[in-house]
């Protein structure tokens, strides 16, 4: 019966390594097509969020804690991404008006 629970265990990985490996392939295809600047943005936006949703949930095994772990863990990260983009993003954004 162990055998069958470990089995399991390592095909959900495999599963969630072939969903990583489909959405990085997606994000190479969406700069490969010349997407338009802000749509190019938006989408590899959405699919780094995916990605670190199910790095989150199944690679740090935050899927099988309570609630508030997981909100004790992605909170702060969370406020910390706003922080950090608050202390570079108007750098990064300077790019744009040199233009």
């Known amino acids: 019966m162990t055998e069958d629970v470990q089995s399991d265990g390592y095909r959900v990985y495999g599963v969630v390594w072939f ?12 700069v490969l097509v010349h997407l338009p600047h802000t749509l190019l943005v938006i989408s590899l ?8 949703a199910l790095i989150i949930a199944y690679f740090m095994h935050l899927r099988y804690e309570k609630l508030s772990l997981a909100y004790a863990v992605v909170t ?3 406020f910390l991404a706003i922080v950090l983009f608050a202390f570079l993003g108007p ?6 008006h040199r233009r």
Do not use: C, Y
């Not at 969903?19 to 969406?30: D, M, N, P």
């Not at 750098?91 to 744009?96: G, I, P």
């Open 19 to 30: 969903w990583l490996l489909v959405i990085t392939l997606l994000e190479l295809g969406a």
């Open 45 to 52: 936006l959405i699919m780094a969020l995916m990605k670190a």
């Open 76 to 78: 702060p990260m969370f």
């Open 91 to 96: 750098d990064a954004l300077s790019v744009l």
